[in-house]
């Protein structure tokens, strides 16, 4: 039986998964494509630590060298996460020649491009399925069996330690610091939670997303992105009160040449799927001009689905291999001299609608001051909540809003910050409910 070596880098949670899928079902594995996957090497700086998985002394190296200069291998798998030096030794292997499959979100998000440029001059492939939802094989289907279809929208739950805080907060009314603390202890949130809480996890998952189903060249830091850590119990218990669930939501959206890219908290009503998406659940939401809105849903990470992801790259790579193919689908799934750069529409042209929390002194000629003030910038009110009346006291008013530009509901909001009434800066989350 033929036999394909394997170079892997990164011998952390998913490259132990990857081990121990390849231990549990490599035989399967050889069913299905006709020939055995073997790692041949496997390079980290802690060889010595025990992983709970068999392998031999010789696999393991601490020199990356050993894995990108072999010419026995023919896969590199590049599991260390991060820029440098991810992208130095995938762009090292590319240019020995050999394939890639990495789960490395942020590195395709910022240095894609180039590397898909060298992975094209050398004619070989570049996969990451996993880099996205983890084990949910979105990606494959939008290069794949949609392929037809001209994409108008995306939508993603794509960061599970968000998730399962804002699920947390929701189901038990507790507030964002105490159900992080919980989230770390229990090993759902890094001990600095920086790149999941502040959204720029989900902001790289959806760099790679828009790529793929617009065929553009997306600039990352174009991405508006806001993180979940201003949301509290309160705006969670108003949300519900208007029948709506907040979670951190990735939203791309076709506008003609234009892209709308953000990610931020988002209210969705509670009876559409992505609102009963909770736990450490991942969900992404397509719509094409044919297929029509497509939901895929699973386990967004972990050792196991994400190991499930990279070794279905690589089956896929070992089936060309087998059938003398080469480079059969390219990274973004679009011949490369048509993929084009889309203008990302700016934050402030964005119309959506919007919940507002005001804390302001009650008494009277508060509502008609915030009022007019929203009026002032063509904002109308759909809703509105004001807690019972305490004379002197702060109180919160929350209002809903119809459709509005954000640059104006931004410029409203910096005037009624500023009346004396108004005792903290108001809270503002987007509404998505026209979701089709």
């Not at 070596?5 to 081990?19: C, P």
């Not at 084009?340 to 402030?348: S, V």
Request: glycine letters at 10%; proline letters at 3%.
């Amino acid at each position: 039986m033929k036999q394909l070596n394997i170079g892997l880098i990164g011998f952390g949670t998913i490259g132990t998964g990857v081990v121990k899928l390849l231990a549990a079902n490599g035989g399967l594995v050889e069913e299905k494509v006709g020939a055995r996957l073997v790692l041949k090497k496997i390079a980290d700086l802690d060889i010595t630590t025990d992983r709970g998985v068999t392998v031999s002394p010789d696999v393991l190296t601490t020199d990356v060298n050993q894995v990108l200069e072999d010419p026995e291998i023919s896969v590199v798998i590049e599991l260390i996460g991060g820029y440098e030096p991810a992208r130095s030794f995938v762009l090292r292997a590319i240019e020995h020649g050999k394939h890639i499959v990495t789960a490395n979100k942020a590195l395709l998000a910022v240095h894609g491009e180039e590397i898909y440029s060298a992975a094209a001059e050398k004619g070989v492939e570049v996969l990451y399925e996993a880099a996205v939802g983890g084990g949910i094989p979105v990606l494959a289907a939008i290069k794949g069996n949609l392929a037809g279809n001209n994409f108008t929208t995306v939508l993603g739950i794509l960061n599970g330690t968000c998730n399962y805080i804002l699920t947390r907060m929701t189901q038990e009314g507790a507030d964002f610091s105490e159900v992080l603390k919980k989230a770390q202890e229990l090993g759902y949130a890094e001990t600095d939670p920086t790149f999941d809480v502040e959204g720029v996890d989900t902001a790289h998952k959806l760099c790679i997303l828009l790529s793929l189903c617009f065929g553009s060249r997306i600039s990352f830091k174009d991405i508006y992105t806001e993180g979940i850590c201003s949301i509290s119990a309160i705006d969670i218990n108003f949300a519900r009160d208007f029948g709506y669930k907040i979670k951190l939501l990735a939203i791309g959206k076709r506008d003609g040449d234009r892209i709308e890219a953000r990610v931020h908290p988002t209210m969705v009503p509670v009876n559409y799927p992505l609102a009963d998406v909770d736990g450490a659940f991942n969900a992404i939401r397509l719509t094409g001009d044919f297929v029509g809105p497509v939901m895929f849903y699973g386990r967004g990470a972990g050792m196991d689905p994400t190991a499930s992801a990279v070794i279905g790259d690589v089956v896929d790579i070992a089936r060309n291999l087998m059938t003398g193919i080469d480079r059969r689908c390219t990274p973004l799934g679009y011949q490369d001299h048509h993929v084009r750069t889309l203008q990302i529409k700016p934050m402030g042209e964005v119309v959506t609608k919007y919940y507002i929390r005001f804390s302001a002194v009650d008494k009277p000629g508060v509502l008609a001051r915030i009022a007019g003030a929203l009026g002032k910038y063509d904002i109308s009110i759909e809703s509105m909540i004001q807690s019972a009346r305490q004379a002197g006291e702060t109180v919160p008013i929350v209002i809903m809003t119809h459709e509005a530009r954000e640059m104006d509901v931004r410029a409203a909001l910096d005037e009624i910050d500023s009346f004396d009434i108004i005792t903290e800066k108001s809270n503002l989350i987007r509404i998505e409910d026209n979701l089709e």
